[in-house]
């Protein structure tokens, strides 16, 4: 949940409805350069062997993992998430990440 002002907004617990963390828009500028650097680093990433993308997708699953309490407890205050299924979100996509390292060089043939 959150709140906005031509400034910013603020995420709000929806349980409770406490703030919990207030944000400053970007400036257009600002969102021009972040959609750059993105663009320049898809730009890199697709240019890395299959099998180096792999190891690394294969790490974003295992972070999750490794952070799941964190991120399940954060799922939770922003969102109103239950625990159990901020856990069953976790568990999909570090399956995601699993799948996708062993199987992607086989996907676009």
């Not at 709140?3 to 919990?20: L, Q, R, S, V, W």
């Not at 990433?45 to 294969?58: L, V, Y």
């Amino acid at each position: 949940m959150e709140t906005m002002t031509k400034d910013g907004f603020t995420t709000i617990n929806p349980a409770n409805a406490n703030e919990i963390k207030g944000y400053e828009l970007m400036t257009q500028e600002e969102a021009d350069q972040a959609v750059k650097k993105c663009h320049e680093a898809f730009l890199k990433w697709r240019h890395r062997p299959m099998e180096e993308r792999g190891k690394i997708i294969k790490k974003i699953g295992s972070v999750l993992q490794e952070r799941k309490k964190e991120f399940t407890a954060l799922m939770t205050e922003e969102m109103g998430k239950l625990l159990k299924h901020g856990e069953q979100e976790i568990e999909l996509c570090s399956g995601i990440c699993e799948y996708t390292a062993g199987n992607g060089l086989n996907l676009g043939q």
